[in-house]
Nanobody
Framework: VQLQASGGGLVQAGASLRLACAVS????????MAWFRQAPGKEREFVAAILWGGGGGSTAFRDSVKGRFTISRDNTKNTIILQMNSLRPEDTAVYYCAARRGSDWYRRVLESAYDYWGQGTLVTVSS
């Protein structure tokens, strides 16, 4: 499985950005994908996750992005989208998409759960 992240950039606080992660390879319905981010001088942290299968597409978010970020998938295009609205300077980070080829959804917030990682895309939010 290979992951290709795109969509980062420089925006002002309050603006929106849309990140995309294109997946090459097979992802099964019980598997899941996520976005993590790493700010300068900080550890990588969980942002959002989505279950690949299921009609509703179970999702999860870190508290600080709830109500501002959404995560969605396009199974036909093998792509997941992170829509980021009302961006804040503290959202500045390199954003990574990740994929888990297991069915252990309960581990979705753990960096160690993921088998594959994209290269990262930089998001900079100015105040």
């Amino acid at each position: 499985v290979q992951l290709q992240a795109s969509g980062g950039g420089l925006v002002q606080a309050g603006a929106s950005l849309r990140l995309a992660c294109a997946v090459s390879g097979r992802i099964y319905s019980s598997n899941y994908m996520a976005w993590f981010r790493q700010a300068p001088g900080k550890e990588r942290e969980f942002v959002a996750a989505i279950l690949w299968g299921g009609g509703g597409g179970s999702t999860a978010f870190r508290d600080s992005v709830k109500g501002r970020f959404t995560i969605s998938r396009d199974n036909t295009k093998n792509t997941i989208i992170l829509q980021m609205n009302s961006l804040r300077p503290e959202d500045t980070a390199v954003y990574y998409c990740a994929a888990r080829r297991g069915s252990d959804w309960y581990r979705r917030v753990l960096e160690s759960a993921y088998d594959y990682w994209g290269q990262g895309t930089l998001v900079t939010v100015s105040s």
